[in-house]
């Protein structure tokens, strides 16, 4: 591949339609990691764009992709369509704030209405949003000995050190999302009736990965080194490709791009936290906060109540 430029990059992508690649951090700007770039695999040119970081996931419908902007004190969950010509990332203002940093790149589920994050730097958290509404529909620590009943089910006998990052997945059906646990178990979490059931299908081997495929049946990997087809009970799920179209228009429509001669993004974003949205005006306005609250409201909340007091 002689039209990469010969640099270190930490993280790569190629865009859906397999024309560019999109890498960070940028490999030729005395800003790198505060830009990307985008190559164009036919003509080998280069071009500069904004930072992102860990992968960029697709939507099912199409025409929209996912990443992150990651910092020790919060990540964003950046959107930006590709429907347009293979460029760089022109991200949407409608995006999601989560606390801290260090997660998995989302998973969607097969119709494009959720997606479940794993993370973070510090602990073995899974959250699931709606989407195009950003709501926060479950947030859980693994193995966590919380009394409801998917910290039960995934806190009994498991190490906190032992969880796999990539152990979860939706299979065909939308609201079904599987779990793999240290002790080979499989979660098969029912997001719409709220139920959670134990498949110990796996002889006790820590489950390192877990993915889905194109039938809708899940694929597992071992800390044993095996590789295990699991076969999902219900039959085959035909998604409804115009509905999940919609969804993306849907959110599309909902927001607007960022500007792209501000380099301040941030400015331009309105953050959605899972209950809430915060415009910049919000943002610049909020002097509470409780020890609950994220840690990224918390000093921003901190820092407006120092401005406040002439400090």
């Given at each position: 591949?002689?039209?990469?430029?010969?640099?270190?990059?930490?993280?790569?992508?190629?865009?859906?339609?397999?024309?560019?690649?999109?890498?960070?951090?940028?490999?030729?700007?005395?800003?790198?990691?505060?830009?990307?770039?985008?190559?164009?695999?036919?003509?080998?040119?280069?071009?500069?764009?904004?930072?992102?970081?860990?992968?960029?996931?697709?939507?099912?419908?199409?025409?929209?992709?996912?990443?992150?902007?990651?910092?020790?004190?919060?990540?964003?969950?950046?959107?930006?369509?590709?429907?347009?010509?293979?460029?760089?990332?022109?991200?949407?203002?409608?995006?999601?704030?989560?606390?801290?940093?260090?997660?998995?790149a989302p998973v969607f589920s097969s119709d494009g209405r959720r997606f479940a994050i794993r993370g973070n730097a510090y602990e073995e958290t899974l959250?699931?949003?709606?989407?195009?509404?950003?709501?926060?529909?479950?947030?859980?620590?693994?193995?966590?000995?919380?009394?409801?009943?998917?910290?039960?089910?995934?806190?009994?006998?498991?190490?906190?050190?032992?969880?796999?990052?990539?152990?979860?997945?939706?299979?065909?059906?939308?609201?079904?999302?599987?779990?793999?646990?240290?002790?080979?178990?499989?979660?098969?979490?029912?997001?719409?009736?709220?139920?959670?059931?134990?498949?110990?299908?796996?002889?006790?081997?820590?489950?390192?990965?877990?993915?889905?495929?194109?039938?809708?049946?899940?694929?597992?990997?071992?800390?044993?080194?095996?590789?295990?087809?699991?076969?999902?009970?219900?039959?085959?799920?035909?998604?409804?490709r115009e509905a999940m179209v919609e969804v993306v228009r849907t959110f599309v429509d909902s927001t607007s791009e960022v500007p792209d001669d501000d380099?301040?993004?941030?400015?331009?974003?309105?953050?959605?936290?899972?209950?809430?949205?915060?415009?910049?005006?919000?943002?610049?306005?909020?002097?509470?906060?409780?020890?609950?609250?994220?840690?990224?409201?918390?000093?921003?909340?901190?820092?407006?109540?120092?401005?406040?007091?002439?400090?």
């Amino acid at each position: 591949m002689h039209h990469v430029p010969d640099f270190d990059y930490q993280h790569l992508a190629f865009s859906p339609d397999g024309d560019a690649l999109w890498a960070w951090p940028a490999h030729n700007t005395t800003n790198a990691w505060d830009r990307s770039d985008t190559i164009d695999l036919r003509s080998g040119t280069v071009r500069s764009g904004r930072a992102w970081d860990t992968g960029i996931v697709e939507h099912p419908g199409g025409g929209l992709v996912a990443t992150y902007n990651s910092d020790q004190g919060a990540t964003l969950v950046l959107f930006a369509r590709t429907d347009l010509a293979s460029g760089p990332l022109r991200f949407l203002r409608r995006a999601l704030i989560i606390d801290v940093d260090g997660y998995e790149a989302p998973v969607f589920s097969s119709d494009g209405r959720r997606f479940a994050i794993r993370g973070n730097a510090y602990e073995e958290t899974l959250s699931v949003y709606e989407f195009p509404t950003l709501r926060l529909m479950l947030f859980t620590t693994l193995g966590d000995d919380e009394p409801d009943r998917l910290s039960s089910a995934t806190g009994e006998g498991a190490d906190v050190a032992d969880w796999s990052r990539h152990n979860i997945a939706f299979d065909a059906r939308p609201g079904v999302l599987w779990i793999g646990r240290p002790d080979g178990t499989l979660l098969e979490l029912n997001l719409d009736e709220e139920t959670v059931t134990p498949h110990p299908l796996l002889g006790g081997a820590p489950v390192t990965a877990l993915g889905r495929l194109v039938t809708g049946d899940l694929v597992a990997a071992t800390a044993t080194g095996e590789v295990v087809l699991v076969a999902v009970a219900g039959g085959p799920h035909i998604p409804d490709r115009e509905a999940m179209v919609e969804v993306v228009r849907t959110f599309v429509d909902s927001t607007s791009e960022v500007p792209d001669d501000d380099q301040d993004l941030e400015r331009h974003l309105v953050l959605a936290d899972g209950e809430r949205s915060w415009d910049q005006d919000d943002l610049d306005s909020v002097t509470e906060a409780s020890s609950a609250d994220p840690t990224w409201l918390q000093v921003q909340a901190a820092v407006n109540k120092m401005r406040a007091d002439g400090r």
